[in-house]
């Protein structure tokens, strides 16, 4: 058992919650720290802990009060908290994220009871500095920020943004074992354009429309700038930028700063390891699919960018790899005619010439439809925000072109979602393969049960950052999603039975993620960026930083 040493005073201890153990101080414990008298006299096991507040959580009714429960735990006790929810995971991840923040965020400023991160608010830009070299960490490993414009498919949440660091921080702890004291949550709190908001007398947030341009680019300047001055081998991980700024802040700062943006390269990661899983089912290659991309924003094009360095791995061209994807924005099919298209999506425009002999249901725009009956595409992934667009039509009309259509309604919260997984599986006859943003409950159709994957970015971006944190990479790069995405893919239970998952459950999630960090590792010394060491020697650096939810032995500090 791990000894440590502490000088805090009692009070201070049961008070900090990566030290309090509560009522599993040992007599000899409370002996030297002077905890008699301020808990009850019975000493309890973690697991006698465990048992005692999972049988509190089941008394809470809703998954809002669940949330709060779980919160209020971590913010008293982190070992216990871990403990708790890796014990019963596929429980309470989706309370501690993926649905369940995404009303958290929504309603922060009434939910709000307890100091966790940091808010940088921009009336306070020349505190920044101070802000950050007067936290009392002196080591933090990970750091997750945003600034809450484009939470999940909510759009706007202002400093609600928050819960989401809070909430990625707990699964990079939970399955990439970063140190519940060694990550930290950021806020860039730029103002709000939702205006419910900002009408709200409880808002905890600054209350002036949203910064843009000059000024918002010199703050997140001078953000970056004191982070890597503070912690100079932090991993920055980028989350919930809206499409203005998340992909020009990943270029803008991967190469000057350790980082990566969640929702473009890990979405992307996750949506590939699906998919290549998917292809092997079908007993295809992923070269030869026809991907449908609906929706034309960071998260959709950053899978599409991975796929096709993917693709390239596999033996295309780049030309040959575009040439298999149609992306539909709110324009409908981005073609070379169309006059509203930005910098990254002219990229995949279809030749508007290719485009003349294709029978259209709306003069004004090529529509989903129109690309399915024409394209015929084997692979369709909604990441809009638009619950239903994937209608029966659509989905009958591909699945009359391919044996097993590959669809992945990826859109969250559940209310956002493209296609619910019952109806794909009816119109499909039990033959679609179907990975979804938020989860899902398994779906019955003609006596076989089908397991619906989530196809949530936690299988990948905890063990790509427990393998920077691990070799110490000066970067992240996309040689080393890809490769994650491989590893991930060989782990599909859905291979060896198709009515199962595409994805391994929840409890191998750990075991997959060292092994997406030893991967990293490995890439990283491949590609020059770390020293080469042997196989061994990795996997030692992996487990070395591996932190476990187990209680330590403390003892008074003497002196």
């Not at 309370?95 to 965020?105: A, E, F, N, Q, R």
């Not at 990943?250 to 998917?278: P, W």
């Not at 667009?389 to 559940?414: C, D, Q, W």
Request: aromatic content about 8%; glycine content about 6%; hydrophobic content about 40%.
């Amino acid at each position: 058992m791990k000894h440590i040493e502490l000088t805090l005073e009692a009070g201070e201890i049961l008070n900090n919650p990566l030290y309090n153990k509560g009522t599993a101080f040992t007599n000899e414990e409370r002996d030297a720290l002077g905890l008699h008298g301020l808990l009850p006299f019975h000493t309890s096991t973690i697991e006698q802990q465990v048992e005692r507040r999972y049988e509190n959580f089941k008394e809470r009714k809703d998954d809002l009060s669940k949330y709060i429960f779980l919160s209020s735990l971590q913010n008293r006790n982190e070992i216990l908290f871990y403990r708790l929810v890796y014990e019963h995971i596929t429980e309470m991840l989706p309370l501690i994220y993926t649905p369940t923040v995404g009303d958290v965020s929504m309603h922060f400023s009434i939910l709000y009871r307890q100091h966790r991160g940091i808010y940088f608010s921009y009336p306070l830009q020349d505190k920044i500095g101070d802000i950050i070299w007067n936290l009392p960490n002196e080591e933090i490993e990970v750091i997750v920020v945003t600034d809450g414009e484009r939470v999940l498919g909510l759009g706007d949440v202002g400093v609600g943004g928050m819960a989401i660091p809070q909430g990625k921080l707990a699964l990079n702890t939970l399955f990439g074992g970063i140190h519940p004291g060694k990550v930290l949550p950021i806020m860039l709190d730029v103002g709000t354009n939702n205006q419910e908001l900002l009408n709200d007398p409880l808002y905890l947030g600054w209350k002036h429309p949203r910064i843009s341009g000059a000024e918002y680019d010199e703050f997140i300047d001078v953000f970056v700038k004191h982070i890597k001055n503070r912690f100079p081998n932090v991993l920055l991980q980028w989350e919930d930028f809206a499409k203005p700024h998340a992909r020009p802040l990943l270029e803008k700062y991967r190469g000057e700063i350790c980082s990566f943006n969640d929702d473009i390269q890990g979405t992307a990661a996750v949506a590939l390891a699906a998919i290549i899983s998917a292809v092997k089912l079908a007993k295809s290659k992923l070269k030869s699919q026809k991907i449908v991309m609906f929706g034309g924003g960071s998260a959709g094009l950053g899978i599409a960018g991975l796929i096709i360095e993917a693709m390239k791995l596999d033996g295309c061209s780049e030309k040959e790899a575009l040439d298999n994807f149609y992306i539909i924005d709110i324009d409908g099919l981005i073609h070379t005619d169309l006059h509203r298209m930005d910098s990254e999506q002219r990229k995949f425009a279809r030749d508007h010439f290719e485009l003349k002999d294709w029978k259209r249901s709306d003069p004004d725009k090529i529509t989903l439809l129109d690309v399915v009956k024409n394209a015929k595409p084997t692979v369709l992934i909604g990441v809009s925000a638009q619950p239903n667009v994937f209608t029966e039509e659509v989905v009958k009309t591909m699945a009359s072109y391919v044996e097993h259509p590959i669809i992945f309604p990826l859109s969250n919260p559940t209310s956002r979602c493209e296609a619910t997984p019952d109806n794909l599986i009816r119109w499909t006859e039990g033959k679609a393969i179907i990975a979804t943003g938020s989860p899902f409950s398994p779906v019955e159709y003609q006596g076989k049960v089908h397991h619906i994957a989530q196809c949530n970015n936690v299988y990948i971006f905890p063990g790509v950052g427990l393998g920077i944190v691990a070799c110490k990479s000066p970067k992240v790069t996309e040689k080393m999603f890809i490769k994650a995405a491989d590893i991930l893919s060989d782990k599909a239970p859905m291979l060896k039975d198709p009515t199962a998952s595409i994805f391994p459950s929840l409890e191998k999630l750990r075991s997959v993620s060292r092994e997406i960090a030893i991967a990293v590792c490995k890439v990283a010394q491949e590609d020059g960026l770390v020293p080469k060491s042997s196989q061994e020697e990795i996997e030692t650096q992996v487990d070395n930083h591996i932190w476990l939810p187990n209680y330590p032995l403390y003892t008074r500090k003497k002196g």
